[in-house]
Every structure is written in structure tokens, then in C-alpha cells.
């Protein structure tokens, strides 16, 4: 992680880094390695077969898994489809890329992935959904071809903005943008590539294609435990959490009571097969081009997504349905068949991955890590936490601001702008996030700071944890060039 950095050198790095790549490229000619990059909205990290899901089919992801790596903790550092997909872009948490909700537009001073690879020799594509800067679909900066829509798009019948021109398509949106990267892949020229395929699915409200709709019509999704309204389940649990049970992202208030819990769940997961269906094709069109084991093909979504969890759907939280997703990675002339790896690895690590496996330096601008020495099978020096952090939105809002840290055996949730618990979790021996171990030392009753009622009221070891993950958040704040309290917190 590096300090702030000043957003006027962004671009003067990335220029410099590429000029110095493409010069070595003109003395050495090494190989650049082709990347495809799949990003489904709103997947849940168990959403697949080989994850144990007690009903859904994906035959295609299950391949994928089963020829290449498996990143076993795998996060997101904001948990929101646009400051999520900016961190895909830069490598930067959202307090620096200041895409802090779904209607902030990315700036344009502000490098990203495809405008390095871009200028330095690569084809570019962008398919499907966008979703930084409100209704816009103009095409974006470092894009030879571009094919998106407005906002959250539609399943239907969509309207795409191709390189600028609009046309309504005929058909199920998650095969038109697959028809798109294929043909992309087909006739890509001599340069190597970086396509993006960016889905609309699986955001709500959930709409299979035809040829699934109805396929899981007698399967029940199993209620997880924490889902039930008892006061053991919200022992411990910050007072706005159970009162979201019936707000727009609750089980008892779902998206104003226009659905059920059960037909919603029966309903994602019946979108979700066209996703596993594109998956297929696009594998199929590299292996018929002769590019499957030379490409680089990653697979993650934009963030998780709650299903009952502590009475939640949707995202946002810091909890782990909401902030883990797949993460898949597919390239048999370096990736083991059948790996898995268990570091702790984030969204902000995608952009320093695609540069260096394009032969490119990433900026020191960049907070991420390349994820090639985890995929070659390295054990490089790696991080032992993530931030997290969300801010608070007017639309939504029920959920507050917070910042938090993750461990591979902790996590710490800090609110802010609200007088309730914070949240400490062992989720190596607590994985459903049930016993918050700060709970019974904060008291409504009781004034002051909380963090001095925790210091003076709670056990010893408890304590020690507290003051731990404590000093950890401050300093991934600091080293990420945020401050203990974020300037943005309390801005809208």
C-alpha cells in the first residue's frame, strides 16, 4: 500500500510507466499475454456448484475452477457495484478514485487498466454494464470498442451504445453481451487483447432467460440460521440491523414487499445459468481460436450478496455474504489445474495483475498487488488484512457509514455517525458471524466514548484483540493515505 498520492501525478505515472514498457517491448519483443476479464453484478462467493450450493448448476464454472486457481478469500473493499468496479479499474480504494456511490462517475485524470494496455499496444473492449457516472453509456477512456447501456440496463430487449451509436437489440441481455465478446474475440486482429465482459446479471430484479426460467421452480434456498427474528440472533447486533428487516433490503420488506424470500432466491439462481452459459462460450471461443492456455481469464463479481443473513438481503454491510466473492483465474501455461489459495485478496488487485501480466510496471500509485506470484504458485511476502469501508447513502439510508478490517481470522466493524456496538468477530470459529465479542461492555444506557467503555469494561484477551484490530485499521487508513476519520464521512 502506498500513501496518498496527488491526483495531478496520477496520469504523469501512468504515462512514464508506459513509455518505459513499450520501449522495452520495442528491445526485447516479450510476449504479452492476452486477458479476458468476466465481472458478474452482485454474485454471491458460494453461488456455483463446486461451492456446495445445494441446487444450482454451473457446469462451466465448475470447468473453470477445476483447469485453474481458486482464491478462497477473496473481497471486495467497498461492497457496492460502482466504487467497486472504479477499484477494479484503478487499484485504488474508493477514498482515493472518490467513487463513493452508484451515481459518482469516474474520473478521467484518474489511470486505469485498460488505458495502460491500451497505450501500449493493446485492443481494448468493453461489453455490458458500465454503472459509474449515473445514466451515461458515452464510451469511456482506453476502449478500442465499446458496448454498454444506461445505468442498470434491462434484461430484455436492451438498448447498447456501440462505439457511440445507439441500437434496441433483440433478446436476453447476458446472451447479446456474449454474442458481443465473442464476435470481439473472433475478429481481435494481430495485437494482443484486454477484453472486459461486464454483465448485468445477476442484479435484481431477477429475470431468468427463457430457457431457465422455471428450471429450480420446486427448490427451496435453505434458510440460514441467522436469519430467523429471535432476540439470540440479534444478541449483540448494532439495533439498525434487526430494524432493516423491513426496509427495501430486508427479508420481512423486500424490495416493498413485491417478492418473497424464497421465489427471489429460486429466481437468482435461475438467472444466474445464462451467466455459467456465457462463461462456457467465451471458453470455447479461445479454445477454437487457439487461445485457452495462453489467456489470462479472470472471473469475480463486483461484490457479494446476502441471502437472509442476520434477517439482510443485498449487499452493502461488512458482513462476510456481502464483502466475499468468486474469484477464479484460468491460464494453463502458468496456473496449476485444481489450485486454490487462501491469502487474503481484494478488487484493488486486478489492475496491478492485468499490468504485469501485459508486461507492464504498475504505478506506485496503485494500492493493489499483482496476483501473478499467488497464481504461479509463489508464497511472495503478502498482506495479513483489508480495509473496507462504505459511506453512507441518502437513498439507502439504512445502513450506515463504516470502516472496517479482515483478517484470515478476524474482522472488526467501526460505525460511524451512530451510537450502537461496534462489531469484533473470531470467523475462523464463528463463520455465520453470530457472537459479537463486544458485546455486553457497550451499554444504550451508558454515555461516553465507546471505544473507552470497551477499554475499561471488557476481559483482557478481549481487549488485546480490540486494540489490535483497532491499530490495524488506523494504519491501513494511514498507509492508504486516508486519515483515522476519512474526509469524506458525514459529507452527504
Known amino acids: 500500500m502506498t500513501d496518498s498520492i496527488p491526483r495531478r501525478d496520477f496520469m504523469a505515472q501512468a504515462a512514464a510507466a508506459v513509455a518505459v514498457a513499450t520501449h522495452a517491448h520495442a528491445a526485447s519483443t516479450p510476449a504479452r499475454r492476452n486477458i479476458v476479464f468476466i465481472l458478474i453484478d452482485d454474485m454471491r462467493f458460494d453461488s456455483m456448484g463446486f461451492m456446495g450450493h445445494p441446487f444450482l448448476e454451473t457446469p462451466n464454472l465448475d470447468a473453470l475452477a477445476r483447469g485453474g486457481i481458486v482464491f478462497e478469500r477473496a473481497f471486495v473493499t467497498t461492497s457496492l457495484c460502482s466504487p467497486s468496479r472504479a477499484s477494479m479499474l484503478t487499484g485504488l480504494y474508493a477514498h482515493s478514485h472518490k467513487v463513493y456511490d452508484n451515481k459518482s462517475p469516474l474520473d478521467d485524470a484518474i ?41 442498470q440496463g434491462v434484461y430484455v430487449d436492451p438498448t447498447f451504445n456501440t462505439n457511440g451509436q445507439r441500437k434496441q437489440e433483440a433478446g436476453y441481455v447476458t446472451d447479446l453481451i456474449t454474442d458481443k465478446a465473442v464476435a470481439f474475440l473472433r475478429e481481435r486482429g494481430d495485437s494482443p487483447i484486454c477484453l472486459y465482459v461486464s454483465h448485468k446479471a445477476v442484479h435484481a430484479e431477477f429475470h431468468p432467460a427463457g430457457r431457465h426460467k422455471g428450471c429450480y421452480a420446486d427448490k427451496t434456498y435453505p434458510h440460514p440460521a441467522s436469519m430467523a427474528n429471535t432476540d439470540e440472533n440479534y444478541c449483540g447486533k448494532p439495533a439498525w440491523v434487526r430494524a432493516q428487516r423491513h426496509s427495501w433490503h430486508g427479508v420481512d420488506g423486500m424490495y416493498n414487499k413485491e417478492t418473497d424470500f424464497d421465489s427471489f432466491a429460486r429466481d437468482y439462481c435461475e438467472t444466474m445459468r445464462a451467466v455459467d452459459d456465457s462463461v462456457g462460450r467465451i471458453v470455447e471461443t479461445l479454445r477454437e481460436q487457439g487461445l485457452l492456455n495462453s489467456t489470462l481469464f479472470v472471473f469475480t463479481s463486483d461484490n457479494g450478496f446476502q441471502f437472509g443473513e442476520h434477517g439482510l438481503i443485498d449487499k452493502r454491510t461488512m458482513y462476510e455474504a456481502s464483502i466475499r466473492v468468486p474469484c477464479i483465474a484460468h491460464c ?31 504505478p506506485s500509485s496503485m494500492q493493489g498487488r499483482s496476483l501473478l506470484p499467488l497464481m504461479r504458485g509463489e508464497s511472495p511476502e503478502w498482506r495479513d488484512s483489508i480495509l473496507y469501508e462504505y459511506l453512507w447513502e441518502r437513498s439507502f439510508p439504512q445502513t450506515p457509514t463504516m470502516l472496517g478490517v479482515r483478517t484470515k481470522t478476524h474482522k472488526y466493524i467501526r460505525y460511524h455517525g451512530v451510537w450502537d456496538f461496534y462489531e469484533l468477530y473470531d470467523v475462523e470459529k464463528d463463520p455465520d458471524e453470530m457472537t459479537n465479542l463486544l458485546a455486553g461492555y457497550i451499554q444504550d444506557s451508558e454515555g461516553g466514548i465507546l471505544e473507552a467503555i470497551i477499554r475499561k469494561k471488557a476481559p483482557d484477551d478481549v481487549k488485546a484483540l480490540f486494540e489490535d484490530m483497532t491499530n490495524r485499521l488506523n494504519t491501513l487508513l494511514k498507509e492508504s493515505g486516508c486519515l483515522q476519520e476519512p474526509a469524506w464521512i458525514g459529507t452527504q
Open 111 to 151: 489511470p486505469t487498466f485498460p488505458r495502460m494496455l491500451q497505450e501500449a499496444g493493446y485492443r481494448t473492449a468493453f461489453v455490458g454494464k458500465w454503472h459509474m457516472g449515473g445514466d451515461t453509456d458515452d464510451p469511456r477512456p482506453g476502449f478500442d470498442y465499446w458496448s454498454s447501456f444506461r445505468g
Open 332 to 362: 494453463p501455461d502458468f496456473i496449476k489445474p485444481g489450485a486454490k489459495c487462501g491469502e487474503l485478496t481484494a478488487n484493488i488487485d486486478f489492475a496491478p495483475t492485468f499490468l504485469e501480466a501485459a508486461g507492464l510496471p504498475v
